[in-house]
């Protein structure tokens, strides 16, 4: 890897490494108590299939209908699924979880 690359993979690493405790502090704080090793284990279980499968279903959808079309599908993706989670987490934070 050039250096330049170096340093775009340690600032993702970076990211990474701010997200994924704040992520388990969320999980921690919005699930009951007896349910929350689960939600854990269930959130890196979807992580981790979430990193391998992605970039296989990206390489053979690139492979087929082109690298850009792929970017275009998975931004447009997320930014149908912002104010659908927006509405979903909205309604989660009127209900009261009792400890």
């Known amino acids: 890897m050039n250096r330049r690359g170096d340093r775009q ?3 993702v690493r970076l990211f990474l490494q701010a997200v994924y405790p704040a992520l388990n502090a969320l999980i921690v704080t919005s699930t009951q ?8 284990s269930l959130n890196q279980t979807s992580n981790q299939l979430g990193m391998m499968a992605g ?7 690139g492979g087929w209908i082109g690298i ?3 970017f275009l599908i998975t931004g447009v ?3 149908g699924a912002a104010p659908v989670m927006k509405l979903l987490s909205s309604k989660r934070i009127d209900q009261t979880l009792p400890d």
Request: charged share 10%; glycine share 12%; no cysteine.
């Open 77 to 79: 993706t997320l930014l």
């Open 33 to 40: 108590a007896d349910f929350r090793g689960r939600a854990i």
């Open 68 to 70: 850009q079309l792929v």
């Open 55 to 61: 970039p296989l279903l990206g390489g053979i959808l």
């Open 9 to 11: 993979f340690s600032a």
